[in-house]
């Protein structure tokens, strides 16, 4: 049967975690940044001939068709961080509840993403920008709820003691129980369906892993 893993490898496997996070949030740190920083360079450029006695959405108006080519492409690079970033932040959700991470560490990068978020917001092309976070998050949100249903579905074609996957042949129990452990770490977004391993020897003297389905949560 299954080892469960030691505090030591808990911890590792998390530290691990925490600094992919932390280069993937980089990574939208750096782009965000880059996108605001060229974006509000055009954005001073082109408002300089907007009459500002005009209404916020006569403004747009006019700003986008003078500018339009620009303004399409900005739109949609926005859309694409934004979307990205919603993924993210899901997926830094579902990891979370797996293996929470530091608090202070959520509330920071969920408080960078906003901020990115309001910094498009408080110019013109606001109103512009908070429809395609709506339509963004929306996008995420109904992928992430049939990904959710589709996963779930799968869930129920299981019963207690099914084997699901058999690796081998090894040379060493070490290894079998490697393969097992790597399986079993992947699984784990299927919360309700409880899995073991059960590790064993043929006649040809390889070693082979059963991964089976140990309980299934109501």
Known sequence: ?????????????????????????????????????????????????????????YQLLLIVN??????????????????????????LFLTNKR???????????IGLNLLCFLLLFINVYGVAFFIIAALSGSIVYALAMIGKKEDFEEELEYEEGDVIETKGPFETKASAHQAAQLFLETWQEKETVILEEDLYQEEDNHYYVDIYVEAIKK
Do not use: C
């Not at 469960?4 to 590792?12: A, D, H, S």
């Not at 293996?99 to 990068?109: I, N, Q």
């Open 1 to 57: 049967m299954k080892k469960r893993m030691t505090t030591e490898q808990t911890e590792k496997h998390q530290n691990k975690g925490l600094k992919y996070i932390l280069v993937i949030e980089g990574i939208f740190s750096i782009m965000w940044v880059t996108y605001l920083v060229m974006f509000y360079s055009f954005y001073k450029k082109a408002y300089f001939y907007v009459d500002k006695r005009l209404s916020l959405f």
């Open 99 to 109: 293996r929470p991470y530091p608090k202070a560490m959520l509330v920071g990068f």
């Open 66 to 91: 003078d500018n339009g080519l620009e303004s399409i492409v900005y739109f949609a690079l926005s859309a694409l961080l934004m979307t990205m970033t919603f993924v993210f932040m899901y997926f």
